[in-house]
């Protein structure tokens, strides 16, 4: 049997001492993938450390600790282009996969349709 954590980057501190990865979605379009973007945040009364200290944030602190991390977004939210659209170099699905899959403590990175029926399933690296 294996647990995931879900949907809290910034207690991840505690999620992964407990579980075997995370399942998040939409990270890449909110900024909150890296200990480095949730570095100081605070909730709860708990300040995120980035990827050391007290409380250790971000998704990134999974994967550095060998733990895997399975990342989604949607096309309903037309955040990350198909491969074939035209749009702003942030939100090409080339450099969403770059940026989380491509690291060496990368995601598992994959673009669904919100009604996750297989009608969009495109994982990184594929559609570079």
Do not use: I
């Amino acid at each position: 049997m294996t647990a995931l954590w879900k949907n809290s980057g910034l207690f991840a501190w505690w999620g992964r001492r407990y579980t075997d990865g995370a399942v998040v979605e939409e990270c890449y379009e909110f900024d909150e993938c890296f200990a480095a973007q949730l570095a100081g945040s605070r909730q709860f009364g708990f300040a995120c450390t980035g990827l050391g200290g007290a409380h250790p944030c971000g998704w990134d602190s999974f994967t550095s600790a060998g733990k895997w991390v399975g990342e989604a977004e949607y096309l309903e939210d037309r955040f990350v282009c198909g491969p074939d659209k035209r749009c702003r170099p942030h939100r090409r699905f080339s450099t969403y996969c770059q940026t989380l899959y491509a690291p060496a403590n990368g995601f598992a990175a994959v673009k669904f349709d919100v009604d996750l029926d297989g009608a969009l399933f495109r994982p990184c690296p594929k559609g570079r």
